[in-house]
């Protein structure tokens, strides 16, 4: 059974429990074309009530993708000749909060907090690369997605 696109799902980090959502959003301009695309990560620690929620945003930009459709997948995030992420993937979602986590973010403080993805998935890929042995897109000036 597929798992449902909208559900809460459960991420542990350093022995603390988060919830975590994925949401798109766009403007739809008056030719039917969608404008103004976001991805927001949002992560909740647990239990409900002992800290705010994190909301990582990615905007759509000059030399970065987000999905809006076709050809790209869903979650998908990126420099058009950088690194990139799948958002539905818990290993990509964990480098995100380690790399908000190393920029300040404090699960305990009580008020929701935004922050840009942009920075933050440079920091994340850069991680992630580290992690696996690779030297990761960045280094190599190209991108997996071969844009």
Known sequence: MPRHLKKPRRLVADGRVYMWTLRHRHTVLDNGRS??????LTLSPQPSGTGGPLRIV?????????????????GDVGYIR????????PGAVRA??????????????????????????????AGQAGACGTE???????????F
């Open 96 to 125: 995100l909060l380690d790399a908000a986590l190393a920029r300040g973010w404090q699960p305990a403080e009580r008020r929701a907090v935004e922050l840009d993805g942009w920075p933050l998935l440079q920091s994340a890929t």
């Open 58 to 74: 990615f905007a759509a930009g000059p030399e970065r993708y987000v999905p809006g459709g076709a050809p790209l997948g869903s």
């Open 82 to 89: 950088g690194g990139s992420l799948n958002l539905h993937e």
């Open 35 to 40: 404008a103004d695309c976001r991805q927001t």
């Open 136 to 146: 990761g897109p960045e280094a190599s000036g190209s991108s997996r997605r071969g």
